[in-house]
Structure formats: structure tokens, C-alpha cells
């Protein structure tokens, strides 16, 4: 059974750094598109960021994109998300996804809250 589990969240100061990481088990993991998503509240899950298999295909969000980086380390199992200048409206749940084909995986999220 796919396991996504998330770590890193917390309350960082605007302009400041945070990095989110992924841990993955029971599925293939080299062959999974991994990716990034978030939801705030009152608003619809929307994707950050995605990255391709063997990493070197990165998707972006135009309101994150020269600001957050995502990497992944297949013999790890593990996928992160650097994200960097943060600004308010980067508060928000973040999960973590999977996909293989049509199947596709969720992590519980983790909290990011930009704050003064």
C-alpha cells in the first residue's frame, strides 16, 4: 500500500526559507511523477510544483516559480521542496503526491504558515 508521509512544515517569517520533504514507501517510486500541492483555507487544492521520474522534467506554479525548488532522490525514496522568499500567501496545507499511470497517492499534508 502507497505510503506518502510529510515533514517540515512550521511558522516561518515572510522572506524567509523552509524546506518540506517527502518520505515514500510501498510503490515504485522511480517511476512516479512526484509532486507538490497545497490547499488554503477557503480555497481549492492547487498543484506547486511536479517533477518527472528520472528529474528532469519541473513544472512550477507561476506564483511560486524562481522562488521554491523540488528535487528528489530516488534511491532515497524521498522528494523536497526548497522554498525560498516565502510570502504570505504561501500559508497553506502542503501534500505530497504520487502518481503512476491513472493511480495516484496522497500524504496526510503538513502546515505552512508564513507569519510576522
Known amino acids: 500500500q502507497a505510503q506518502l508521509v510529510e515533514s517540515g512544515g512550521g511558522v516561518v517569517q515572510p522572506g524567509g526559507s523552509l524546506r518540506l520533504s517527502c518520505g515514500a514507501s510501498?510503490?515504485?517510486?522511480?517511476?512516479?511523477?512526484m509532486s507538490w500541492y497545497r490547499q488554503a483555507p477557503g480555497k481549492e487544492r492547487e498543484l506547486v510544483a511536479s517533477?518527472?521520474?528520472?528529474?528532469?522534467?519541473?513544472n512550477y506554479a507561476d506564483s511560486v516559480r524562481g522562488r521554491f525548488i523540488i528535487s528528489r532522490d530516488n534511491a532515497k525514496k524521498t522528494v523536497a521542496l526548497q522554498m525560498n522568499n516565502v510570502k504570505d500567501a504561501d500559508t497553506a496545507v502542503y501534500y505530497c503526491?504520487?502518481?503512476?499511470?491513472?493511480?495516484?497517492?496522497w500524504g496526510q499534508g503538513t502546515q505552512v504558515s508564513v507569519s510576522s
Open positions: 503526491n504520487a502518481k503512476i499511470g491513472t493511480a495516484t497517492s
Open positions: 510501498g510503490f515504485q517510486f522511480s517511476v512516479a511523477t
Open positions: 517533477l518527472n521520474s528520472v528529474g528532469n522534467r519541473k
